[in-house]
């Protein structure tokens, strides 16, 4: 590491003596040129409009090449033409603010003092290019530091901001985006054994893409790394260990000579690793608020989520249900016929409501949906939906089809949001499903009918 170090150093040093030594025989050819155009010598009234306007000229086209080269140097390093032009160029004018006068001095040494005093000002000359350069370059290496730490402070305080899986998606892109442009970006996350896959896809500007299964497989059998892509441009593969034996893996795709600069995927490495354990946070949080078997949020999760549609004022509406003669179910076939059974109940409810209404699994066989900003009617022609689409389910469990329906129950909040207990909804909603099924069960009763 040491030797490596040395290297590194040495190549930086050899290559500030270059940029300063080549700057400096820049600005004495310039001063030469200029003297000889001008004719100086004593005394001064040689000196011609015609010969003054042509050294002018030709000064500004060798700072104008001086400048073309800096920023050439700044780009290949990665700057980019944008960067170059605001750090490179205004270090450049100042040096040859103070350099023009200097060169013009060394050029009267030589002419005046001899060989001996012109080397000795040319050597401190030298010197000073060395020592303004090299501060130019530890200011802008500086500089981009702190710029580095701020995305990494930005970075942890957005990735830390949230629990929630959907809105960690989308700080998740925004950071990285902050970090290295990119074209897309897939995420497949996978739990503990590898028995179940997500895979989330984003464009450049956060919006939800497909994500196509032979892109998967391919991210998959890549290896991490930055690599180029056959169609052009370059993939980034990168493995957040998010914990508890889940997994995730991060595919970024760049255009065409946009790579990004080795300190960016520096510091995208840290990111990642927040990201990592930002997702771990998630999937902790995931598991303690939802069930295990169909997925839907538990209990807890909905009175939080309750509770604070009712603190800020929110109209909302409450669907209870519960499975008809579902004892039966578990009692003839097994329990894990009963299982499917509540699956499919699972992905009937989620495809059923919007994606700002929530699915429950309230306990055993009952469940819950909470409809934000629903009247009463509303919600019993979303119960009355599904309720028929239960009743057409058909399913088939080791030879045997199951066929199961569900008895609703509708309330809503009050005409004044606000007030008094919301779980007083939940009660209403119970009320109505018990007489629903009092009543011959496979209906949809609501509260306000009582």
């Known amino acids: 590491l040491r030797t490596e170090e040395a290297r ?27 003297f000889s155009l001008l004719a100086v010598t004593p005394p001064l009234s040689t000196v011609t409009v015609e010969n003054l306007l042509a050294a002018l000229v030709l000064t500004a086209v060798v700072y104008l090449i001086h400048h073309v080269v800096n920023l050439a140097t700044a780009a290949s390093a990665g700057l980019g033409v944008a960067a170059a032009l605001r750090t490179t160029v205004p270090r450049s004018t100042l040096a040859e603010l103070l350099a023009a006068p200097a060169s013009l001095l060394l050029v009267v040494a030589l002419q005046r003092l001899g060989w001996s ?25 500086l500089r981009r530091r702190l710029a580095d730490l701020e995305r990494l402070h930005r970075a942890g305080e957005t990735l830390s901001g949230t629990l929630e899986f959907r809105d960690l ?11 290295v442009p990119f074209t897309k970006m897939f995420l497949v996350l996978e739990d503990a054994g590898r028995r179940a896959r997500r895979v989330y896809a984003f464009d450049a500007e956060g919006r939800r893409g497909n994500s196509g299964g032979e ?14 892509n056959p169609e052009g441009g370059g993939v ?20 065409r000579g946009c790579l990004p600069a080795d300190h960016r995927l520096a ?121 028929r689409t239960l009743e057409q389910r058909r399913l088939v469990f080791e030879g045997h ?46 509260a306000a009918s009582l």
């Open 8 to 34: 590194s150093l040495t190549k930086s040093l050899a290559g500030i003596f270059f940029r300063s030594g080549a700057s400096a025989a820049i600005y004495l050819l310039s001063a030469w040129v200029t």
């Open 117 to 141: 005093t012109f080397a000795l000002m040319a050597l401190l000359y030298m010197g000073t290019m060395v020592l303004a350069w090299q501060g130019g370059v530890d200011r802008e290496r």
């Open 169 to 179: 998606l989308r700080r998740l892109h925004l950071t990285i985006r902050d970090v």
């Open 215 to 228: 892109t998967v497989v391919e991210m998959l059998g890549r290896s991490e790394g930055l690599q180029a």
């Open 236 to 255: 980034l593969i990168k493995d957040l260990p998010v914990g508890d034996g889940a997994a995730a893996r991060l595919r970024l795709d760049f255009e």
């Open 267 to 387: 510091l995208l490495d840290t990111v990642c690793r927040q990201a990592a354990a930002a997702l771990g946070n998630a999937q902790l949080y995931r598991l303690a608020n939802t069930d295990p078997l169909t997925g839907l949020a538990i209990r807890r999760s909905f009175e939080r989520v309750l509770h604070r549609l009712a603190a800020r004022g929110e109209h909302f509406a409450v669907i209870m249900l519960d499975l008809d003669w579902f004892k039966r179910v578990n009692d003839e076939l097994g329990h894990r016929a009963g299982d499917e059974v509540l699956l499919d109940l699972a992905e009937v409810l989620q495809g059923s409501l919007r994606p700002l209404d929530s699915a429950v699994r309230y306990g055993g066989e009952e469940f819950v949906v909470l409809l934000p900003s629903v009247s009463s009617p509303e919600a019993a022609a979303v119960a009355e939906r599904i309720r």
């Open 401 to 446: 089809e199951i066929r199961y329906t569900a008895s609703f129950g509708v309330a809503e909040s009050a005409a004044e949001p606000g007030l008094g207990d919301p779980m007083e909804v939940v009660w209403q909603a119970d009320a109505a499903l018990l007489a629903a099924k009092r009543a011959g069960r496979n209906q949809v009763v609501t």
